[in-house]
């Protein structure tokens, strides 16, 4: 059924948009060291909130809680992986798509050329430019980005917002991080452009907790941009209006789940909510909202300067453009590839992943800790969504962790199993005894597949319908393997 068509109801729970300050509350108070009891009253009171509503949502999250880091127990891959580098950007071919490479400096026609031709057409034309290009989410669902715009835009309102979400959570991705701290112009154009689009007037752009210094960038940023009238009121002389702010996230994977994300923006529990209505219908505030990646929104201002035609020239037909690739674990330096979709992965690895020591690449996990691993008899395989999607290991948001020769396979499994039960938000019984069950029964192979159609059918969200992937394409490819330790009592 198409987006649009799906009934709107009215969102049962109406907050004060006072308790969408909870959390950016909370991270001052964290930085003032002060979590008394004395301090939640306060703060429940001065916000207008329920205590325990303040007490449920500061112990929710790992930044206000202390909590067991997952690289305390890793495999040395993953560990490796779960270091954030400042890893080189490397583009292949004849552009590089996804950051521009103008400055701030550069004069408008040049820097915000998508953003000038977004405003020289109708909303509707933009829409339909995204729409005609083919782009994909490149957050990891892969949802067409024109009709999730579409949407938003078809449903009425008085007031639409657009994020940018930068959440970032899967192990070994970090392309979001190098684009907003090399590019952040890019992602400001791409969501004004969307802005613009949907009749948004506000934009926000919800960044990883651990991404400690990049809000200041992202903030310098917006006030770089208003001051040179490409944010802010009458936008490059229009009657545009855009606003960006920053959201600074306070954990938890599944709030890369847009519904959880704007769970948390709304200063409640990151945890998925129903759909429908989805955010595009009844997003933040209960208003069309529409949540784009980082690496989507640098994807727009391209489309809108040199055409859909010209973006939709390169890659598959089912995966249009270029995708931007991390490659972390076993490596002798992090990298971030752009590359055009449909390239093979072992062209990709050839060219730019050195392994320590020379050794063999026996694996590459991709898809984060709900997507799966792809054997080197496999590496013919074509960077895509289709191609990756039918041998069991999505692309995901592109982010890939390396594995050489000597790795663990059915250790890098418990890992991630461990991972999921960890991550799991806890809200519904399947997801959270499911994963725990993975974690002491991850070698048996049989009592995985069971568990995993559990998951599958009975999750509330994609992260438990998914969590027992990974597990699962490790015991498929790599179930002989035998460590000869009990790893789940690790
Ligand atoms: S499936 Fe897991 S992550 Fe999703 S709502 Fe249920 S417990 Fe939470």
Known sequence: MPISSVPVPEPVHRFSERSGSLIPTLWRRKQQGDFSAEQMTFLARSLGLPEARVCSVSSYYPAFRANEELTDWASPPLKNASIIPRAPYVFVGSERRVTARCGIESDAETRYAGLCSALSRSPEQVCSMIVESGLRGRGGAGFPTGLKWQSAKNTPSDERFVICNAAEGDLGAFMDLAILESDVYSILEGMAIAAYAIGARKGYVYIREEYHGT??????????????????????????????????????????EETA??????????????????????????????????KTLGQVAFILREGPAAFSSVGTEKSRGTAVLSFSGNVVEPVIVEVPMG???????????KVPGGK?????????????????????????????????????????????????????????????????CGHCAPCRLGTAEIVRSFEDRPRVEAVAETLRTASFCAFGQSAANLTLSILRHFGDEDGGRSRSNR
């Open 215 to 256: 809000p200041s960038v992202v903030t310098d940023a917006i006030v770089q941009a208003g001051a040179k009238g490409f944010l802010g009121k009458r936008i490059l002389g229009s009657d545009f209006d855009f606003e960006v702010e920053v959201f600074r996230a306070a954990g938890m994977y599944v709030c890369g």
């Open 261 to 294: 994300l704007i769970n948390s923006m709304e200063g409640r529990t990151g945890r998925p909510r129903m759909r429908p209505p989805f955010p595009t219908q009844a997003g933040l505030w209960g208003k069309p909202t529409v949540v784009n990646n980082v």
């Open 343 to 353: 390239v093979a992965i072992e062209e990709v690895l050839r060219e730019f992943v």
């Open 360 to 424: 063999r690449i026996k694996a590459l996990q991709t898809g984060g800790p709900l997507g799966g691993v792809i054997p080197a008899k496999l590496f013919g395989t074509p960077v895509s969504y289709e191609a990756m999607s039918a041998i069991g290991s999505p692309l995901g948001s592109g982010g890939m962790i390396v594995l050489d020769e000597n790795t663990d396979m059915l250790e890098v499994a418990c890992d991630f199993a461990r991972f999921a039960a960890a991550e799991s």
